[in-house]
């Protein structure tokens, strides 16, 4: 019995295997390396369904590909990351309502398939999309379409494991935008290997690094205000007993104060667990410059 279940198991995956490279596909592979891509449309697509692979490095937090537009807004994002066990991954479908942290979308269903995990320091989904050439704000357009335009991005290093879906995740690494000739994945339906170079027809247009600027010049601005001018505020009215410079010295206080929180404003517009401003901290925070006006 145990024979026969470690026979049939190896039957299947060499199956996979096999299909896997006999499938017609347009690949992508990112000039870092963070992020592949595989895609292939079955020819006889009455279901509108899609399969395709995405890989990269688990020293990444997150992985994600977008297709539809060379934008976040009306792009069907497939952002991938280690679940709660870090041995396999979760893939969420997501839809942004511009540049900012995508939500998840339950009119889009995927399926994993056979190779789907995290081996050799290696993210891979491999799957099935169900009905999703279209969806609300996009579409993936006409198979004919020779420079269809697709997204890429990674996370920061780090670890995010979590089998939900609508899982928090923090500001791209790295991101930019590639074009893929359509019609070269178009063919027998399966799930694509895995490509190691760019498919005929397949463009980097751009790549960017990423940086956390903004949340940095707000963390010191603030740190400044709080640890550095206020404290210096009290010296010169009780030490050196000048009210006009000590008033002078709580203005601009007040004025920096004022230029962290916008930041901070900005900053929580960009993430699902901030848009809506109830946070402890931005609540906090608020309660604190109300004070000090």
């Known amino acids: 019995m145990v024979r026969m279940i470690l026979g049939t198991t190896a039957v299947s995956l060499v199956l996979s295997i096999v299909n896997a490279i006999s499938t017609t596909a347009a690949g992508f592979v990112a000039h870092d390396t963070s992020v592949t891509f595989a895609l292939n449309i079955p020819e006889k697509n009455t279901n509108n369904d899609l399969y395709f692979s995405i890989s990269g490095p688990s020293s990444c937090s997150w992985i994600a590909v977008g297709m539809g537009s060379n934008k976040m807004k009306n792009s069907l994002m497939f952002m991938m990351y280690a679940d709660s066990t870090g041995k396999n991954v979760t893939l969420s479908p997501r839809i942004a309502s511009g540049e900012n942290e995508p939500s998840h979308t339950k009119d889009i269903v995927v399926e994993s398939l056979a190779g789907t995990g995290i081996s050799n320091d290696t993210f891979t989904w491999n799957g099935r999309c169900l009905n999703c050439t279209s969806w609300k704000g996009g579409s993936l357009g006409s198979t004919k379409n020779q420079n269809a335009t697709f997204i890429w991005a ?140």
């Open 154 to 293: 990674n996370g920061p290093p780090g670890t995010l494991e979590s089998n939900s879906l609508h899982a928090d995740v923090k500001r791209h690494d790295s991101y930019g935008v590639f074009s893929m000739d359509l019609s070269k994945a178009v063919g027998t339906s399966g799930v694509p290997a895995v490509p190691t170079s760019n498919s005929k027809g397949t463009i980097q247009i751009s790549e960017k690094g990423d940086g956390q600027i903004s949340s940095i010049a707000h963390a010191i601005l603030m740190v400044l205000v709080f640890v550095g001018l206020l404290p210096l505020g009290i010296v010169i009215l009780r030490f050196l007993n000048c009210p006009r410079w000590h008033a002078l010295h709580q203005t601009i206080s007040l004025a920096i104060a004022l230029i962290g929180v916008g930041l901070g404003a900005k900053l929580g517009t960009l993430y699902n667990l901030t848009k809506g401003f109830k946070s402890g901290h931005q609540i906090f925070g608020l309660m604190i410059i109300i004070a000090m006006i």
